[in-house]
C-alpha cells in the first residue's frame, strides 16, 4: 500500500457495485471514506425535508456497513472544496474519487474541485454507476440527443450491460475528526412529520437490496397489469433507493435478467418495469443536454403560458383539501409517507397544472421537498411531461379527468378510503364526487360538504375549458423541433 485516497461519498451511498470504490481499492491504496454535508447548494436545489430525513438514515446505514468491514465513515460539514483540501492535506491523500453527478451545479463543482485539486497534485478521479449509460453514450444517428423516448430506449437496448461490481477488499484508512450524524439535525423534530416513516421504508443498501428481491419475489409478474392501480402494492418502491444510490440500476438490471430466465412467464411484466428504469435514464440524458430543464419551459412557447398563481389555491392542493378525493387522497399520501404512486403524480400534476392554472414550478418544489425519492432529473422531466411542456410531452389536451381517473383506478375506493377517510362511508358511486351525492347519501355517510370535506375547488368542466383557452393564447408561437 502506497498512498491514500479519499472515497467521496455524495448520492451513492452503497459499498457493492460501485466503480469509483472498486478503482480506489485496485489501485492498491488506503481508502478514506467521508461524506460532506454542503448546504451550498444552489438556492432552491438545497435538499428538501423528506430527503434529509433520508439522508440521515441512509448515511447512519452506510457508517454501519463500512464499520462491519472495518473502516469509519468520515462526517464533516462544510464546503466541499474546503473540507477535500482540509483532509487532504491532513492525511497526505494524493487522490479523491468519487461518483459523477448530473446535476447542472454538481457538474460545475466538479470541474472547479478538479482544477483546484489538480493544483496541489492531487488527482480528482470521477466514476459512472448511478446510471446504466452515461450520457452522450446514447445518440441519434445525426449525433444529437435524443428527445423522444421510444427510440431512446431502444437505442439503450442495443447496448450491452455490464455484470455489476461485489465489494472489493478494501484497507480502510482513518481519521479522527467527523461529525456525529445526530448533531446535524436532519431529523424534523415540531412535529415530527416522519414519525411513521420507518415502517414504510428502510434506507441504506440493506433495505434496498430487500425491496428489490421482495419485489421481483412477489410482485413483478402482476407489474404490466397492475401498475398504475394505487391501491396495490405492486410497483417496486425502489425511487428514494435509486436517488440515494443505495442501490445501482445495474444491480436491477441484473436481477431482472436472472429473473427472466428462472420464470420465463413474468418477462414482458419485468421488460415494462425495467422500461420504467428506462425513464429515469432518459430524464438524466435530457438533464444532461438540456440543464436547464428543470427551470425553464423545454417548449419555449410556454415561456409565456398566462398562469394565475394563486397562493389559496396551491395551499389547498398541498394540503389535499381541493374537493377531488382522488386529488386529496394522493397529496395526502405523500405528506404521510413521503411518495405518492405513479398514477396519482400525474393525476395530482395535471390537476395543479390545467385544472388550477399553477405553474408547474410550484408542484416541482413541493414535490422536491415532500418527496423521499426528490430528484432534479426525473421531478423537472416529469412535470413538464404532465404540463405539456416538456419533451416527449403529454400533448396539452391531455387533461386529466380526475374523477373518471378515481373511478378507473380506485374503482372499488379502496386508496381514497384510506387517505380521506371522512368519505370512507360513501358509496363507491359517488366516492370520487361526493358533490353529486343527495343530501340523504351524505347524511347517511356522516359527511356534510363543506364542513367535514371541502365542496370542490374548482367545477371540472369549466376549470378544463380555461386551460383549453389559457392553451389556445401561446399554441401558435414558436417550439422547438424534436
Ligand atoms: P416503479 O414503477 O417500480 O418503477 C421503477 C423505477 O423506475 C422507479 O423506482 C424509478 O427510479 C423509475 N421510474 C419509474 N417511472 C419513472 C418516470 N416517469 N420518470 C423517471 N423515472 C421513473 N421519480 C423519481 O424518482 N423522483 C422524482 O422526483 C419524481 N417526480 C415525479 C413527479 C411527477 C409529477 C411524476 C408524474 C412522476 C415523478 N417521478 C419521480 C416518476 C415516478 O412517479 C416515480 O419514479 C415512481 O412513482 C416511483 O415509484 P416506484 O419506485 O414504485 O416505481
Known sequence: MTDTVILWFRQDFRLNDLPALQAASRDKRRVLPLYILDQDTPGEWVMGGASRWWLHHSLAALAADIKDDGGTL???RGKSQEVLEEICKSVEATAVYCSRRYEPWASEEEETLHE????????????????????????TQSGGPYKVFTPFWRACLELEKSEPLSVPDVSWSDFNKSDDVAAWERLPTSPNWAESWRSYWTPGEDGAQQRLHEFLDESVSRYADERDFPAEDVTSRLSPHLHHGELSPRQVWAMCEQKK????????????????????EFSYHLLHFFPEIPEKAFKENFASFPWQPDRQRLERWQKGQTGYPIVDAGMRELWA???MHNRIRMVVASFLCKHLLQHWRSGEDWFWDTLVDADMASNGCSWQWVAGSGADAAPYF??????????????????????????????NKYLHKPWEASDEV????KIKLGTDYPEPIVDHKEARQAALDAYEEIKGSSTPSS
Open 261 to 280: 430466465l428462472e420464470t420465463p412467464a413474468s418477462e414482458k411484466a419485468i421488460r415494462k418495469f425495467q422500461a420504467e428504469i428506462g425513464w429515469r
Open 442 to 445: 351524505l347524511d347517511e355517510a
Open 337 to 339: 409517507t413521503g411518495t
Open 74 to 76: 468520515i462526517l464533516r
Open 398 to 427: 391531455r387533461i386529466f379527468n380526475p374523477i373518471t381517473q378515481g373511478e378507473k383506478f380506485d374503482k372499488k375506493g379502496d386508496y381514497v378510503r384510506q387517505w380521506v377517510p371522512e368519505i370512507a362511508k360513501l358509496p
Open 116 to 139: 483546484a485539486l489538480s493544483k496541489s497534485d492531487i488527482e480528482f478521479k470521477r466514476y459512472g454507476g448511478t446510471l446504466l449509460h452515461e450520457p452522450g453514450k446514447v445518440m
